[in-house]
Every structure is written in structure tokens, then in C-alpha cells.
């Protein structure tokens, strides 16, 4: 076969997938071939060899997308082996969309088996046509014919898989003008969502985000041929209409017309626009090659997917693409209406690391690799706590958000740009910041993380944590999964897969050797005031946690001398410490060939103004933990609280003014005077005491 590339339109998404053409008597064949990493033949058996039509359904919605019309199962054959399957299926596709040609295509249907099994060491799903008299050709929808069309997949020594996707259609039924290039259109969207879809079809039905449903001339052929299977459809219970939305799904009205016609306006709807939130348009190749369009329906906020044409490729940094969106005037990730999107956690990235975080196996020997790049990653985060820096003022755009009481500083050096913001908090427990922190399971990790980033938070998991070194050490060490929106919403999303260390260290300590925490250091009994504590966040290169396929439409980066680092503020003249300083690391790689991008460069200092937010952290998990572990505390308000005439904190009688409002975590009535309005809980000043805030310390019993 002839090698043949990509068209513009689909290479963007298409990446590492190969192309190959062949004429054979009249009938176009063509070959998409693409490498699997982390793929077993287990993975792939379990995809191809089809046991319900909910997985049939699932598979051809997340291999095809949009192009996807229905996807419906005949009939399923007893399968006499694991690796083997036959079944009989009902698909329409809508044509790719093309500009160049009017009226657009019609859509097509195929009626074909489905044969699976193990040929010689490969794996080979055959796509075959067959003609049944029960299923006649429909009205403004053309029958297609698959020949020698379907999977085969090859495993090879290194343990790498390779997959081919074979298709051919009969070329009178595609456009006359350009069969190939639907051919290679629909192949190599197939080959390259294939690594997404194995993930996918992994998890249980209830936990997808792939529901397709079947449109309205295909429920009533269905509701036909399971009735009278042997017996065609009358012509008169076929009068289609074209659907008013997309100008190219036919609606019929039969027996299901009732499904897919909106009688308050007068409006002929297929089923998919009729179930979509939003009025689906004509597909076009950006939406077909782009798997975040199947999301973009069922999230919160229904915004439409980012352009194919402005992603940058995973091999390039996100701040390489600030000459082509400079000029966009997009909206910005910090804006206040993505935090709508945090409802939808987890994400569609998730499937991918939990099949990653499965087959992560961490030993003794790699936990001790593990806690000498820690603590090397300390020594050189407070290395950088001593060297210069200049003053920092954030950039001035429609799209920042100004953050007060946050010192800015940066350091450029010829391969890392960094930011390091500090902040100055009440005296709260240094022990209790690095608690929150420690963040020793993906809820936790979730929990904190959405708190602390706000809206450009995407998604997180805990693959691996260790337990301390010993029974009274605050260290922690966990591997981390962290997905962050990029400066705009056109890029690509980021991911770092990292090592979090922390540890509390004497400053006086030469070598700085991590101190020893006793197991009842509360509030009450804080730690000595020549400590210091550090959290670091390292990246790490895991051959079991590899970058996500590239048609997920985020780019693997990577964490160098990033994280926290705490210490007590100077006392003032014979009085107490002041409170704790804070100061959060935030960098970005940077090409040797020139200086880091604004786009970059306002990602960093976003990122590193987010440590204004660990006071709010603090509390929200104080709150979290007070009404978890404290039996002491009532879950409702008691009755002679509510009826109390007086404010439980200044002890002033309550008024027609003067409102009685209860404490969320102590359940006092207190007045709004007495409320913390710091927060976004309503919280009496009583509570909000640095002196009694305690969290549930990691290392204690």
C-alpha cells in the first residue's frame, strides 16, 4: 500500500497516526496504523470482542464522535471463546463536512457482522456488509457497504501493540469528487481516538460520559425488525422531513415522531439535536478530531470545545504558542464562570491515570529514591529562598485579577523562569499548614487543590503515598497527578505527574536534618520558632505514568523548584512572633533559545498568587474535620442556643436589627458583627482564632 499524508485539517489531531492507500478494482483502501504504548492484548480483546450493545454504542461514540448518527446491535451470537465474538450491527454515520461541496452528502447507514477472534497471534475484527430483506434501504439515507474493513492488531517483542484500521467503502456511494478523503477522514479519527476509547470502555457504564442516543428512524426500524423481523416497512410510515436544526438528519414521522417533534415552535428535530442542550450544528472536521467535544455536551458549563487549529503540539511548550494567541482576544482561565466546571470532577482525563495508577507498583528501593530526590529538592528550594530577586508587579490586562497582600518577585535564568509569591498569615500552627498540605488521598488532594488553584483547577489524584520515615516525623511523600487549565481557554490544558516531599527542619542544623515533632504538639504547644517547613513539588519521569494520548488535548510539563516554604516572622520588641510567612515557588521551563512567553509568563504568577488562598484552605478544612471528628460539637443548632437573646461572642441583646446567625462549625447564634467575613463560611470570630484551629495530624495515631 501507498503512504499518503494527512490532510491540514485532521493532522492536528491525528498525530502519530500513519496512512496508506490502495486501489483495488475500483474500491478505495485505506489504512490507518498507530502504536498503542501501555496497551495489553487483554485491553484490545476486551474492546472488539462486543458482548452487549451498550458497549457497541460506547465504542463507536468515542471512536467516531459526532460522526456518529446511531449505533444499534442487531443481534449478538453465543461467544464460544474469550477472544471471540459475532454480531450483527446497524450504524449511520453523517458524511465528513465539506465545504467545498453542495448540497452536503447525505448520511449513510451500514448493516453488517462483526467477527472477532485470534488469527495467528493477531488479534482481527472483520467488518463485513450483509443484506438483510428485514432492513431495506431508507429514504434520503444512502446504504454504504464495508469491504475488507476493520481491526487487526499486531503485539510486537518490545511489548509495544500495534493497531490498523482497515476501511473501504464502495466509492458510487461517497461523493463522487472526494471518496478518498472522507475514507482517510473517518480512518484516522479511528486510529487516533483508539488509545482514548480503550481507557474508556474500561470503566463501568454509569461512570461513562459516552450516552449515545439512537436516532428516531433508527428506534422505529429497530421496534420493526425485532417485531417482524422478516418483513419490510411500509412506505407510507417513512415520510421524512429534514431536521430544521441540522438541515441533514432526516426525521420521520412514525411511531417515535413524537420523540423528535416540538410542537411549541413548530419545529422538526432529529433526536440527537432534540436531547442536546444546545442546537447541534452541521459536523466539521475540528469537532469530528476532537475527543473534548463529546465532554463539552455533558459539562456544566456546555462551552464549546477549543479549536483544533490553535493546539500546539504535545512536543512544544505552552508558552511557544504566545504568537498566535497574543492577539486572540479569548477569555481568560481565571475568569469567575470556570469554576463551574469543578462540578464535573472527575474529568474525563481521570480513566486514563487510574488505568496508569493500576499498574504503578512502588517498591522499598524506589521510596528511597523517592526520599533523596525530596530531600534534594528541598536543599534546593531553600537555596533559592537566599538568592536574589527582583520586585515583581503583576501584568496589567482585562483578563488579571488583581490579588492584595501578595509580595511578588521573579528570577530569569537561561532555562527556568521563577516566581515566588509570599504572604503573610495570622500565627496559625506551622504543623497545621503542613497537615493540609500532606494531601494523602485523591479526595483530599481534590478537595484542597480546587480550594487552592479555584478555577483553573481541572482534575488530580494520589497515585502513590508513603508513610513517614518514623513514628514522630512530619514527612510526607506522595506521587501526584495534577491538571490545570492553561492561560487561555484555546490552549491546551497542562498535567505534571510529581513528587510532593515535605518535612518541618531546625534552621539551626548544619546539615539541616529534619526535626523531631512530638506526637502532642497541638495549637497550645506550637513547634520552636527555629523551625522551618517545606513542601516541595518535583516532577518525575515514571515509565508506568506516561503522557495521556495527544487527542486529549493536553500537554505533559513538567514542576522544577516549585512548592512551599513556611517560617515564623521576627518578633517584634519583647513580644510574640507575628504570624507565619508563606512563600510559594512557581516556575516554568524555558527554552535556551529565548525568554519565556507572557502567556507563560502569566501562568506562573497566577499559579504563584494562588497561596493567598491557603488561609481559606486552612479553615475550609478545619470545618471539614470539626464536623467529622468532634462528637462534642452538635450538628444542628440547640434549642437554647436558638432561643438565647444575646450574641454568644459580645454578649448583645439581638434587635429587629440586630440578627441572630449561626456559627457553622460551634452552631453559636451570634450577630453579623461577630461573623469572620474573610471566609465563605459563615464562621463566629471565636472559631476563627489561629490560636484554636487544629488539624488531624498525619503522623499521630
Same mark, same amino acid.
Given at each position: 500500500?501507498?503512504?499518503?499524508?494527512?490532510?491540514?485539517?485532521?493532522?492536528?489531531?491525528?498525530?502519530?497516526?500513519?496512512?496508506?492507500?490502495?486501489?483495488?478494482?475500483?474500491?478505495?483502501?485505506?489504512?490507518?496504523?498507530?502504536?498503542?504504548?501501555?496497551?495489553?492484548?487483554?485491553?484490545?480483546?476486551?474492546?472488539?470482542?462486543?458482548?452487549?450493545?451498550?458497549?457497541?454504542?460506547?465504542?463507536?461514540?468515542?471512536?467516531?464522535?459526532? +460522526?456518529?448518527?446511531?449505533?444499534?446491535?442487531?443481534?449478538?451470537?453465543?461467544?464460544?471463546?474469550?477472544?471471540?465474538?459475532?454480531?450483527?450491527?446497524?450504524?449511520?454515520?453523517?458524511?465528513?463536512?465539506?465545504? *467545498?461541496?453542495?448540497?452536503?452528502?447525505?448520511?449513510?447507514?451500514?448493516?453488517?457482522?462483526?467477527?472477532?477472534?485470534?488469527?495467528?497471534?493477531?488479534?482481527?475484527?472483520?467488518?463485513?456488509?450483509?443484506?438483510?430483506?428485514?432492513?431495506?434501504?431508507?429514504?434520503?439515507?444512502?446504504?454504504?457497504?464495508?469491504?475488507?474493513?476493520?481491526?487487526? #492488531?499486531?503485539?510486537?517483542?518490545?511489548?509495544?501493540? %500495534?493497531?490498523?484500521?482497515?476501511?473501504?467503502?464502495?466509492?458510487?456511494? /461517497?461523493?463522487?469528487?472526494?471518496?478518498? &478523503?472522507?475514507?482517510?477522514?473517518?480512518?484516522?479519527?479511528?486510529?487516533?481516538?483508539?488509545?482514548?476509547?480503550?481507557?474508556? +470502555?474500561?470503566?463501568?457504564?454509569?461512570?461513562?460520559?459516552?450516552?449515545?442516543?439512537?436516532?428516531?428512524?433508527?428506534?422505529?426500524?429497530?421496534?420493526?425488525?425485532?417485531?417482524?423481523?422478516?418483513?419490510?416497512?411500509?412506505?407510507?410510515?417513512?415520510?421524512?422531513? &429534514?431536521?430544521?436544526?441540522?438541515?441533514?438528519?432526516?426525521?420521520?414521522?412514525?411511531?417515535?415522531? %413524537?420523540?423528535?417533534?416540538?410542537?411549541? #415552535?413548530?419545529?422538526?428535530?432529529?433526536?440527537?439535536?432534540?436531547?442536546?442542550?444546545?442546537?447541534?450544528?452541521?459536523?466539521?472536521?475540528?469537532? !469530528?478530531?476532537?475527543?473534548? =467535544?463529546? &465532554?463539552?455536551?455533558?459539562?456544566?458549563?456546555?462551552?464549546?470545545?477549543?479549536?483544533?487549529?490553535? !493546539?500546539?503540539?504535545?512536543?512544544?511548550?505552552?508558552?511557544?504558542?504566545? &504568537?498566535?494567541?497574543?492577539?486572540?482576544?479569548?477569555?481568560?482561565?481565571?475568569?469567575?464562570?470556570?469554576?463551574?466546571?469543578?462540578?464535573? $470532577?472527575?474529568?474525563?482525563?481521570?480513566?486514563?491515570?487510574?488505568?496508569?495508577?493500576?499498574?504503578?507498583?512502588?517498591?522499598?528501593? /524506589?521510596?528511597?529514591?523517592?526520599?533523596?530526590?525530596?530531600?534534594?529538592?528541598?536543599?534546593?528550594?531553600?537555596?533559592?529562598?537566599?538568592?536574589?530577586?527582583?520586585?515583581? %508587579?503583576?501584568? =496589567?490586562?482585562?483578563?488579571?485579577?488583581?490579588?492584595?497582600?501578595?509580595?511578588?518577585?521573579?528570577?530569569?535564568?537561561?532555562?527556568?523562569?521563577?516566581?515566588?509569591?509570599?504572604?503573610?498569615?495570622?500565627?496559625?500552627?506551622?504543623?497545621?499548614?503542613?497537615?493540609?498540605?500532606?494531601?494523602?488521598?485523591?479526595?483530599?488532594?481534590?478537595?484542597?487543590?480546587?480550594?487552592?488553584?479555584?478555577?483553573?483547577?481541572? *482534575?488530580?489524584?494520589?497515585?502513590?503515598?508513603?508513610?513517614?520515615?518514623?513514628?514522630?516525623?512530619?514527612?510526607?511523600?506522595?506521587?501526584?497527578?495534577?491538571?490545570?487549565?492553561?492561560?487561555?481557554?484555546?490552549?491546551?490544558?497542562?498535567?505534571?505527574?510529581?513528587?510532593?516531599?515535605?518535612?518541618?527542619?531546625?534552621?539551626?542544623?548544619?546539615?539541616?536534618?529534619?526535626?523531631?515533632?512530638?506526637?502532642?504538639?497541638?495549637?497550645?504547644?506550637?513547634?520552636?520558632?527555629?523551625? #522551618?517547613?517545606?513542601?516541595?513539588?518535583?516532577?518525575?519521569? +515514571?515509565?508506568?505514568?506516561?503522557?495521556?494520548?495527544?487527542?486529549?488535548?493536553?500537554?505533559?510539563?513538567?514542576?522544577?523548584?516549585?512548592?512551599?516554604? $513556611?517560617?515564623?516572622?521576627?518578633?517584634?520588641?519583647?513580644?510574640?512572633? *507575628?504570624?507565619?510567612?508563606?512563600?510559594?515557588?512557581?516556575?516554568?521551563?524555558?527554552?535556551?533559545?529565548?525568554?519565556?512567553?507572557?502567556?507563560?509568563?502569566?501562568?506562573?504568577?497566577?499559579?504563584?498568587?494562588?497561596?493567598?488562598?491557603?488561609?481559606?484552605?486552612?479553615?475550609?478544612?478545619?470545618?471539614?474535620?470539626?464536623?467529622?471528628?468532634?462528637?462534642? #460539637?452538635?450538628?444542628?443548632?440547640?434549642?437554647?442556643?436558638?432561643?438565647? =437573646?444575646?450574641?454568644?461572642?459580645?454578649?448583645?441583646?439581638?434587635?429587629?436589627?440586630?440578627?441572630?446567625?449561626?456559627?457553622?462549625?460551634?452552631?453559636?447564634?451570634?450577630?453579623?458583627?461577630?461573623?469572620?467575613?474573610?471566609?465563605? /463560611?459563615?464562621?463566629?470570630?471565636?472559631?476563627?482564632?489561629?490560636?484554636?484551629?487544629?488539624? $488531624?495530624?498525619?503522623?499521630?495515631?
Amino acid at each position: 500500500m501507498a503512504r499518503i499524508e494527512l490532510a491540514d485539517n485532521i493532522a492536528a489531531s491525528a498525530a502519530g497516526v500513519s496512512l496508506f492507500h490502495h486501489l483495488d478494482g475500483g474500491k478505495h483502501i485505506v489504512k490507518a496504523t498507530v502504536v498503542l504504548p501501555g496497551t495489553t492484548m487483554n485491553d484490545m480483546i476486551s474492546m472488539l470482542t462486543l458482548r452487549t450493545a451498550q458497549q457497541y454504542s460506547r465504542m463507536m461514540q468515542s471512536l467516531l464522535g459526532d +460522526l456518529v448518527v446511531g449505533a444499534i446491535t442487531l443481534h449478538t451470537a453465543d461467544a464460544t471463546d474469550e477472544s471471540d465474538s459475532l454480531s450483527l450491527h446497524w450504524l449511520t454515520l453523517q458524511p465528513p463536512h465539506q465545504r *467545498d461541496v453542495a448540497p452536503p452528502p447525505r448520511p449513510q447507514d451500514y448493516v453488517y457482522l462483526q467477527h472477532t477472534s485470534m488469527i495467528m497471534g493477531r488479534l482481527v475484527s472483520l467488518w463485513h456488509s450483509i443484506t438483510l430483506p428485514s432492513m431495506p434501504p431508507r429514504a434520503h439515507v444512502d446504504r454504504g457497504t464495508f469491504h475488507q474493513s476493520g481491526f487487526v #492488531v499486531t503485539p510486537h517483542a518490545n511489548g509495544h501493540i %500495534t493497531a490498523s484500521f482497515f476501511l473501504s467503502v464502495v466509492p458510487t456511494l /461517497l461523493s463522487p469528487s472526494t471518496p478518498l &478523503a472522507a475514507l482517510c477522514h473517518i480512518a484516522s479519527t479511528c486510529a487516533s481516538r483508539l488509545l482514548s476509547t480503550v481507557a474508556t +470502555l474500561s470503566l463501568p457504564s454509569h461512570l461513562s460520559i459516552l450516552h449515545l442516543t439512537p436516532s428516531t428512524d433508527q428506534c422505529h426500524m429497530m421496534c420493526q425488525t425485532q417485531s417482524k423481523p422478516h418483513d419490510g416497512i411500509a412506505p407510507s410510515r417513512q415520510q421524512a422531513i &429534514a431536521c430544521n436544526t441540522c438541515q441533514q438528519r432526516p426525521v420521520y414521522l412514525s411511531c417515535a415522531s %413524537t420523540k423528535s417533534y416540538n410542537s411549541s #415552535v413548530n419545529d422538526h428535530l432529529c433526536a440527537l439535536c432534540h436531547t442536546t442542550p444546545t442546537p447541534l450544528s452541521p459536523p466539521t472536521p475540528t469537532h !469530528v478530531t476532537t475527543p473534548s =467535544s463529546i &465532554a463539552g455536551v455533558h459539562s456544566v458549563s456546555y462551552r464549546h470545545p477549543p479549536s483544533c487549529d490553535s !493546539v500546539a503540539s504535545p512536543a512544544s511548550s505552552s508558552s511557544s504558542s504566545s &504568537a498566535t494567541s497574543s492577539a486572540a482576544k479569548s477569555t481568560s482561565m481565571w475568569t469567575p464562570r470556570h469554576t463551574l466546571s469543578l462540578a464535573s $470532577i472527575p474529568s474525563v482525563l481521570y480513566p486514563h491515570i487510574q488505568k496508569h495508577a493500576n499498574r504503578l507498583h512502588v517498591t522499598p528501593e /524506589l521510596e528511597a529514591d523517592m526520599r533523596d530526590m525530596g530531600q534534594a529538592a528541598v536543599d534546593a528550594l531553600l537555596g533559592a529562598m537566599q538568592t536574589p530577586m527582583l520586585a515583581l %508587579t503583576p501584568p =496589567s490586562s482585562p483578563d488579571s485579577h488583581v490579588v492584595h497582600d501578595v509580595e511578588l518577585y521573579e528570577a530569569n535564568t537561561s532555562h527556568l523562569y521563577t516566581v515566588k509569591a509570599v504572604v503573610t498569615l495570622p500565627p496559625y500552627n506551622m504543623l497545621d499548614v503542613m497537615a493540609l498540605l500532606d494531601m494523602r488521598t485523591t479526595s483530599g488532594f481534590r478537595q484542597t487543590m480546587r480550594t487552592l488553584l479555584d478555577g483553573a483547577f481541572v *482534575d488530580g489524584a494520589v497515585l502513590h503515598a508513603a508513610p513517614p520515615s518514623s513514628p514522630q516525623s512530619a514527612e510526607s511523600m506522595t506521587l501526584n497527578w495534577l491538571a490545570v487549565q492553561n492561560s487561555k481557554v484555546h490552549l491546551p490544558h497542562r498535567d505534571y505527574v510529581f513528587l510532593k516531599y515535605g518535612n518541618c527542619y531546625r534552621r539551626c542544623s548544619r546539615n539541616r536534618r529534619p526535626a523531631v515533632i512530638p506526637p502532642e504538639s497541638t495549637a497550645e504547644t506550637p513547634p520552636p520558632n527555629d523551625m #522551618v517547613a517545606v513542601s516541595v513539588w518535583e516532577s518525575v519521569d +515514571l515509565a508506568a505514568c506516561g503522557p495521556l494520548p495527544n487527542d486529549l488535548n493536553i500537554l505533559r510539563l513538567n514542576f522544577r523548584r516549585c512548592g512551599y516554604v $513556611i517560617e515564623s516572622v521576627a518578633p517584634r520588641s519583647g513580644g510574640d512572633f *507575628d504570624g507565619i510567612r508563606v512563600s510559594f515557588f512557581m516556575s516554568e521551563e524555558v527554552l535556551s533559545s529565548r525568554s519565556v512567553s507572557p502567556l507563560g509568563k502569566a501562568w506562573v504568577v497566577r499559579m504563584a498568587q494562588s497561596v493567598e488562598r491557603l488561609r481559606q484552605g486552612l479553615m475550609e478544612q478545619y470545618v471539614r474535620e470539626g464536623r467529622r471528628t468532634d462528637d462534642a #460539637v452538635p450538628r444542628t443548632v440547640p434549642s437554647v442556643a436558638r432561643s438565647s =437573646s444575646r450574641c454568644h461572642c459580645c454578649a448583645k441583646r439581638f434587635s429587629l436589627l440586630r440578627r441572630r446567625h449561626p456559627c457553622q462549625l460551634c452552631c453559636q447564634i451570634v450577630c453579623k458583627r461577630c461573623l469572620d467575613k474573610q471566609f465563605q /463560611l459563615d464562621l463566629c470570630v471565636a472559631c476563627c482564632v489561629p490560636t484554636s484551629v487544629s488539624l $488531624i495530624k498525619y503522623w499521630t495515631p
